[in-house]
């Protein structure tokens, strides 16, 4: 069964910053893209940042500069590195992996900056 899970969220001052990691297990077939996703609250849920086996990244104007993702294709994980955090960087965080068959999600991981 496809599993994607992710941790490292928490709270953090402005200016501070947080790794997110996101591991998918039990998917049968080739993981072509992995991306970090966040929602918060009474908003829609937007990319922050995406990474493809081959390594092609793509981020959010708004992220660019103080996010970086990057990908372990051994162990089918990526990492969100972020600094410089900023209160409206406020959301829950989510993980999601594609094939060519499908996506899976996780569960999302809670992030709070405080100003």
């Known amino acids: 069964q496809a599993q994607v899970v992710e941790s490292g969220g928490g709270l953090v001052q402005a200016g501070g910053s947080l790794r997110l990691s996101c591991a998918a297990s039990?998917?049968?077939?080739?993981?072509?893209?992995m991306g970090w996703y966040r929602q918060a609250p009474g908003k829609q849920r937007d990319l922050v940042a995406s990474?493809?086996?081959?390594?092609?990244?793509d981020y959010a104007d708004s992220v660019k500069g103080r996010f970086t993702i990057s990908r372990d294709n051994a162990k089918n994980t990526i990492y969100l590195q972020m600094n410089s955090l900023r209160p409206e960087d406020t959301a829950v965080y989510y993980c999601?992996?594609?094939?060519?068959?499908?996506?899976?999600w996780g569960r999302g991981t809670q992030v709070t900056i405080s100003s």
């Open positions: 999601k992996a594609s094939t060519a068959m499908g996506t899976s």
């Open positions: 039990g998917i049968r077939f080739h993981i072509l893209v």
């Open positions: 990474i493809t086996s081959d390594g092609t990244t």
